[in-house]
Nanobody, 129 residues
Framework: QVQLVQSGGGLVQAGGSLQLSCAAN????????AGWFRQAAGQGREFVGA????????QLEGSVDGRFTISRDNAKNTVYLQMDSLKPEDTAVYYC??????????????????????WGQGAQVTVSS
């Protein structure tokens, strides 16, 4: 059974930075895309970004592109979400996940919530104004 354990998150002022980690118990991110999603209170889960397994290419949702970065450490089976220039509207519970499928040249496929099989427990990120 794949387990994804998240760490990081917390409270930060607007303009600050946080890093989220997502550690897997097996090297799943070597063969399956890593996705990051977030869910604000009273809203649905939305795509934040994803990393393709073969080449580490990333795709980020428009509102976070240029502020957030996804990276990974294969030796630690861990992916990271670095969040800079945080805004109050970034406040949400953030989730990491591993994709069901394999490689896609069109990275839009990685934005679909239902395409992810295993999920982390979530981490609260609160950005104060």
């Amino acid at each position: 059974q794949v387990q994804l354990v998240q760490s990081g998150g917390g409270l930060v002022q607007a303009g600050g930075s946080l890093q989220l980690s997502c550690a897997a118990n097996i090297p799943i991110f070597s063969n399956h895309a890593a996705g990051w999603f977030r869910q604000a209170a009273g809203q649905g889960r939305e795509f934040v970004g994803a990393m393709r397994p073969s080449d580490g290419a990333t795709q980020l949702e428009g509102s976070v592109d240029g502020r957030f970065t996804i990276s990974r450490d294969n030796a630690k089976n861990t992916v990271y979400l670095q969040m800079d220039s945080l805004k109050p509207e970034d406040t949400a519970v953030y989730y990491c996940a591993s994709h069901r499928g394999g490689e896609y040249s069109n990275m839009d496929y990685y934005s679909l919530t239902h395409a992810y099989q295993f999920w982390g427990q979530g981490a609260q990120v609160t950005v104060s104004s």
